[in-house]
């Protein structure tokens, strides 16, 4: 894990952002302190996080899978996803937790299989783009002393050789347009794209994997000044903060430093449970 603090000093090289460590940031300045700069562990996993993993590994596996030239039923890849979840969940260090004291773990290993399988049947199974690369890796320089990482869940082009950028979710909250946190992240990684590539227009694909809905959006090269411009900024608040105060609120209950925050609700600390 890079260390912010030491970005501080004259001649330490600036850590490289993610989306989720600005985000991090801009929610709860002190978890993003915990996370990032003092490298504590978090006591325990979301299984809804968990949940989103081992779907994304799932889809993952789909795609990496017909490149290789092998198709696979919706049963082959609901079953894969049900024994990762079993096996990755009992090996799980930190621990999984289920929040929401009306849910039991089974609930989310029921809910990522069905949205597994209706991806396959609504998405997956009539998909015609070629996919160009799965999880692709980049990193870029987004001004001066200002470094943006990320991971691109799925790269592909269609018959008119435009690339698509597209994400996978699978929480519950769809967005009525390309807007919000989520296209924010896809506009971020279309700058990546558009430094990297000579490309002048790409498709931005947000795939809610829970409805199988999709939101997209076509962006051209020459807007990237602006996106460069708030990304820069957001990303400099959180490496030029020098205090880090706590934020608490509704998602204390899935922060994994909340038994470290003397400002986490006493009632969050008693919701908490093991999903094993
Ligand atoms: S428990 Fe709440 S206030 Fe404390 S670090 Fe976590 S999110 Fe922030």
Known sequence: MSGERGSRGAAAPAATFSFSRMTTFEQCPRRYRYRYLDGVREGFQSIEAFMGQQVHATVEWLYNERIAGNEHAVEAAVGRYCSEFDKAGAASKPAIRVIRADMASEHYRRSGAEMLAAFHARRFAADVLETVAMERHFEIDVDEGIRFQGYIDRLARDGD????????????????????????????????????????????????????????????????????????????????????????????????????????????????????
């Open 161 to 276: 050789g435009t690339l698509h950028v597209i994400d996978f979710k699978t929480g519950s909250r769809v967005p009525a347009r390309f807007e919000g946190k989520d296209a924010d992240q896809l506009d971020a990684y279309a700058l990546a794209l558009f430094t990297q590539n000579g490309d002048d227009e790409l498709v931005l694909v947000l795939e809610y994997l829970r409805t199988a809905t999709v939101r997209t959006k076509r962006i051209r090269r020459s807007q990237i000044d602006e996106i460069r411009r708030r990304l820069a900024a957001r990303i400099a608040a959180a490496q030029l903060a020098t205090v880090f105060p706590p934020v608490p609120g509704a998602l204390c209950g899935w922060c994994g430093f909340n038994d470290l925050c003397e400002a986490c609700p006493p009632r969050v600390l008693q919701q908490g449970r093991s999903a094993r």
